[in-house]
Nanobody, 124 residues
Framework: QVQLLESGGGLVQAGGSLRLSCAASGRTFSTYVMGWFRQAPGQERDFVAAISRSGGVTYYADSVKGRFTISRDNAKNTVYLQMNSLKPEDTAVYYC?????????????????WGRGTQVTVSS
């Protein structure tokens, strides 16, 4: 069982930056592929980024490529999402998720564990 807790969300002006963190419980964090998804009001939950177990491989949605960076610290059981050049359309609840058996990293159903989310609001 893995529990995930996101933090770092908030209100920021367009063009600003935020860093989200997701702390995981348990001693098996390094065995999970980790991902970030987001859900805007009235929208489906969309893939944002994912990172391999070692942190050596990363994946991004086209909408955030070049602006967001996913990273992880397995010693601290934490995955991060650095978000730069934020836009109003980045406003959403951001969720982190963990995948044990490697599958399609961009699909929600591939992930076994989810956090409760953290709100990010970007004002124009």
């Amino acid at each position: 069982q893995v529990q995930l807790l996101e933090s770092g969300g908030g209100l920021v002006q367009a063009g600003g930056s935020l860093r989200l963190s997701c702390a995981a419980s348990g001693r098996t964090f390094s065995t999970y592929v980790m991902g970030w998804f987001r859900q805007a009001p009235g929208q489906e939950r969309d893939f944002v980024a994912a990172i391999s177990r070692s942190g050596g491989v990363t994946y991004y949605a086209d909408s955030v490529k070049g602006r967001f960076t996913i990273s992880r610290d397995n010693a601290k059981n934490t995955v991060y999402l650095q978000m730069n050049s934020l836009k109003p359309e980045d406003t959403a609840v951001y969720y982190c998720a963990g995948m044990y058996l490697v599958n399609n990293y961009s699909q929600q159903r591939s992930y076994d564990y989810w956090g409760r989310g953290t709100q990010v609001t970007v004002s124009s």
